[in-house]
């Protein structure tokens, strides 16, 4: 199931509801009204801001840009399925990414099927659109690996959101739109959102988190919703040119702080079917998100000023310019895309010109500079 709520084991169960009395609304006129919170309004600020250096840098530096989308990539993939508790090991992921092996299992098949739908966006993200033509079809291309026969297809029986406390009691957490309505409700939210992006005034960073935060809602197929919305998220970003979740997994980041995921998107959720909802939780935590993979993708390119930026130089500045003492496992966090035997041999060359000196021992040793 792929859904809601960090703290409760959650399941989807297919259950006959008597349908909707009447249709959910889709207005995202809200966001051209000028009274939006300051906080989201920052972050929009920021995030542009950062989006710009980043393509400034982008054209001086395309072989390393090139390295981390690789690297991305893989985290991406093992991360959108980790949450929905589908793993392998990173062994495996990286051959499955890198089309190095078959699938040997069904969780590897699931995790095929995501590759190809990503890659798909990654290399054609211009020609695809938020439409239900393409929805289907990624949704087809992400399922279809693992056999599933109604991949591409919407739901045909209608689904409830249950969640499940310690001590094995349950109660329905939100029932989406029925089956019935399914159709309907998606040829709404299309044609609400190409009209919102059409509308200058209405800020495009603002106006993906509510399409994403409705298709949940909506939560269109049997199987597959969470992964297809993470999907759609990157589509929209990157036609809108936010793409640092090439370079910085944007799922990654998710799955890092799922708690905080889940739990915007179920405040965000209360009151949906009756057009009663915030939509402001659910921005935020999604504005949040991509604001680290920017200052993520910042890390690994603000250590340099003017230098040619071999792997050696981002090493050197990335512990130079830090204000506390960083471990070979945080500098190997930060520059995902340098191999650790690079990182450590860097380090012993800096501790022994005097530049940086060592803490601790083992484990326990960091770097600081000089």
Known sequence: MEWLLAFLHIKHYNHVQ???????????????????????????SNITALKTM??????????????????AKVQSIKSSNAIEGIVTSDERIAAIVNQNSAPLNHNEAEIAGYR??????????????????DILRLHEMMM????YEYGGQY???????????????RRVRFRPTSASET?????????????????????????????????????????????MSRLLSLLLLYKNGFDAGKYVSFEEQINNYKAYYYEALRQSSAGWENNENSYFPFIENFLSTLYMCYKELDKRFAVIHGKKITKKARVEATVLNSLTPLSKADVCKIL?????TTIEAVLGTMVKNG?????GMGRLTRYIKA
């Open 155 to 169: 739901k045909t029986d209608d689904n409830v959101i249950l969640e499940i406390d310690a001590d094995g009691n």
């Open 54 to 71: 980043a393509g400034v840098r982008k054209d001086e530096y395309a072989q390393v840009f090139t390295e981390l989308e690789a690297v």
């Open 18 to 44: 008597k349908g909707w009395c009447c249709m959910r609304k889709f207005d995202y006129s809200f966001l051209n009204n000028g009274l939006l919170p300051a906080n989201l309004v920052n972050l929009t």
């Open 336 to 340: 995902p895309d340098v191999s650790p």
């Open 144 to 147: 279809s690996f693992a056999g």
């Open 183 to 227: 159709p309907k409700a998606m040829e709404q939210l299309e044609l609400a959102y190409l009209d919102a992006r059409n509308d200058a005034n209405i800020n495009q960073l603002l106006l993906i988190p509510c399409v994403i935060l409705d298709f949940l809602c909506i939560h269109p197929f049997r199987d597959g919703n969470g992964r």
């Open 116 to 133: 190809d739908a990503l890659n798909e966006i990654h290399l054609g993200y211009e020609h695809i659109d938020f439409r239900q033509s």
């Open 355 to 359: 530049s940086v000196k060592r803490i």
